[in-house]
Structures are given as structure tokens and as C-alpha cells.
């Protein structure tokens, strides 16, 4: 069935269940054979998009970390003589296509880009694919989407019709894993932690001590007693670690109280978020302070961030936005589009790049101003808008303080002027 006739004829299924949330074993990450194919004729992911969207809201740091990748990596946008035909055909513009993408592809390993073709085959749109949404088949791909109740409704789309961008995955399967998998376990854990804190203090479900009473039967108003206890003072954070007490007259009776839960100790929790979030950054190859985690032994200076900055650049960002361009390749050169990084060839009509990130820092662009105002490449007027943003430099610093000095006193000479 091609991918119109699925649209006109609305094909229901069931939404696909396989594939385990959160593999515990080598074994589950395993691709299912050609036979193995799901009913609907979908093959199921190795680790279930639900599993990961799971851990994307487990951790602030995990999210951040996401985000910064993408943004960092996609954010600046396009360039090039040919980034306009591009941008021409993604409906909110192409930077917040590629950074959409860019999500998708770090937090499941995996994203779909959709090519749209007019009657005459022309290429007449581009459109983002939700990740958790699709599953490939033997002859293309295939989109659930989500309708009320457990139905949803099955989109098929031919091989051309889907470009699959995937994340680098050493087993080699249908679907990337992500690049942070390596601190799935770490996460499940800080989530874990985090949950049994949350139900202590939403409820206390599982009590601290069991009372027992021995040698006699216990009346109907104290098991009620107890009952309301647990039911409606013992819950919260305001009634957290309350006492029972109750009193008991029968003759040759005894209360025995036991402890039911181990002594588990606060900090044990906030070391084990601690460890987690040591253990993110890592997975991810950002940078702590790109997520605002200062270590122990750190300046916090502006060469040492800087310093970060390029190494984020040069081993996260860079090959992210090369790979990008290269599984773009036969849709670029279907537009009659060729990828670069090269400066000279950008700006040929038919080039086309990613922005990346400006490394230069900000006290180096403002010891350029004054020459770039006398030489004329920067005009009067833009000096006076480049200047607050400025704002962390000697520079600005020093003329919101009235010490100007050096760089400062030849852009002010130069400002007034004009």
C-alpha cells in the first residue's frame, strides 16, 4: 500500500507494545530477525521510545544536556548561497527544523524527516516525523498515530519518502541507540530513588513498623483505629515518621512492635543524584558547566570556560552537524545542493553549511572594535549596538564604570565623531 492510499484509507492497528521499555540484558538489545516482524508489519525498536522518553523526564540533567547538544549543534542555523532554497521549504524555517531533529536524534537515536512531492515528483516540503511515532518496515516505514483510546491509525511511507537519521550505534541495528545509553542504569536509579522518596511522602505506603499484638484478639475499635490512622495521619510530608500510639488493658496481652523497613539513611539518596549527575555530562560529552554543575577544584574563570567551550565545539558539536549533512546528502543533492565547510565555497549559489558556535571571546571582539570602526567594515551605529552585549568584557565594564582604558578610550574618540 503506498503511502497515499494509507492516508485516504485511514488504516487502523493497534499500537505497537514490543520491544522491552528498559532492557536489563545484551540479549534485549538485539534487533529482531527478518521473520520477526510485528503483526502490523512494523519491526519493534530495540529499546521501547517510551522507556527513553521515561528517562527524558527523570533527570534535569539528562533533559539539559538534550538540549544543549541540539540547540548548540543546530541553533545557529544555516549558511551558504543555497540555504535559502532550504529554508524556502520547512514551514517554521529550517533552524527550528534541524533543531527539532537534532532532539529527536539525542534523546531516542534516531529522527525522520519527511520528503514531500508535488504531483509533478518535486520536492514541496520538508516536515519533522515525531520519533516515538515511527517504526521501519521491510519496504519503508510506517507511522502510528495516536488516536482516543488504544487505537491508532497506521501512515505508510515508501523508502524515498523518509529520510532516517540516526545517531552512531556499534551494534548495528535497524534504530540507533542514543549516544548517552551507557547511563541508562544511572538514571533508572536516580529515578528510582526519586520515586520512593516521592511515595514516602505522598502517602508512606509501606508502614516503618508492623504492631503486633500477642496473647489476645484485637477489638474491632482498635483495628479501626489503626485503619485511621494509616489512612488518613499518616499521610504527607507534614505527618512523615509519625508515632502510633495506642492503648491496650486485656488481661495476659502484650504489644510487640517491629520494624519493617531498613534504616535507610537520607544522604544515601543525595549521593546516589550526586552520582548520577557526575556520571551525565559524561555520557553526553558536555561539559559540566554547560549544565551549570561546578565541581570541586574549579576557577570558574573565563579562559577555563572557553577552554570548555572549544572541546564542546570540536568532539561534541562538529561531528554532529557533519553527520547531519552527510545522511542529507541525497535530499541536498536532489535540490541541487552541495554540503561544505569550506569558507570560499559558501558562497557559491548552490552551497550550503551549519552555523557553529562562535568560539571567539567577547573580550577579543571588543579590542576589535575601534579598528573595525576606523577601517569602516563596522559603521558608528553598529559599534553602539555591539557594545551591550558586550557587557561581561573590560571593556563595557570599564565604561559603565567611567575608567576607560586603552581600547575603550579609541572606540569613545571614535563614536563621538560620528
Known sequence: MTAQAARQSGVEVEVIRSGSPLPDALSDLIGPQ?????????????????????????????SRAIHVKAEGAFGG???????????????????????ALGLDVEAYGNAYLQIIH????????????????????KSGFVQHVPQAGAMARAVTF????????????????????????????????????????AAFFANSAIPEYAIIFKGAPTN????????????????????????LILNHSDDGSDIKIERLTSDVKDGDFLKLLDA?????????????????????????????????????????????????????????????????????ELADKNSIAIQPLDLTPPKDDSASLPDLVA???????????????????????????HRATGGLDALSTLLARA
Open 34 to 62: 527478518d521473520e520477526e516482524v510485528a503483526i502490523d508489519g512494523a519491526y519493534p525498536w530495540p529499546v521501547h521510545p517510551r522507556g527513553l522518553a521515561a528517562l527524558y523526564r527523570a533527570s534535569a540533567e539528562h
Open 77 to 99: 542555523g544555516l549558511q551558504g548561497g543555497g540555504a535559502g532554497k532550504l529554508e524556502a521549504l520547512c514551514a517554521s524555517g529550517a533552524t527550528d527544523l534541524l533543531v
Open 118 to 137: 508535488d504531483p509533478s515528483k518535486r520536492i514541496a516540503g520538508l516536515r519533522r516525523l515525531p520519533a516515538p511515532t515511527m517504526a521501519r518496515t
Open 158 to 197: 515508501a523508502a524515498d519518502e523518509i529520510v532516517h537519521l540516526r545517531a552512531p550505534c556499534p551494534l548495528g541495528l535497524r534504530y540507533a541507540l542514543p549516544s548517552w545509553i551507557g547511563a541508562q542504569g544511572m538514571l533508572e536509579l536516580a529515578q528510582a530513588a526519586t520515586r520512593y522518596n
Open 220 to 243: 474491632p475499635a482498635q483495628k479501626d483505629a489503626i485503619r485511621g490512622f494509616f489512612r488518613n495521619d499518616f499521610q504527607g510530608a507534614h505527618n512523615a515518621h509519625r508515632t
Open 276 to 344: 548520577a549527575r557526575d556520571r551525565i555530562p559524561i555520557a553526553h560529552g558536555v561539559p559540566p558547566r554547560m549544565l551549570g554543575i561546578m565541581s570541586a577544584g574549579q576557577l570558574g574563570g573565563g579562559g577555563e570556560v572557553s577552554g570548555q567551550l572549544v572541546v564542546f565545539e570540536r568532539l561534541t558539536l562538529m561531528p554532529r552537524r557533519r553527520r547531519m549533512l552527510d545522511q542529507l546528502r541525497p535530499l541536498l543533492a536532489e535540490l541541487g545542493l552541495t554540503a561544505t565547510a569550506s569558507e570560499q
Open 375 to 401: 577601517s569602516g567594515i563596522v559603521t558608528a551605529e553598529e559599534a553602539r549596538t555591539i557594545l551591550p552585549f558586550l557587557s561581561d568584557t573590560d571593556l563595557a565594564k570599564s565604561a559603565g564604570s
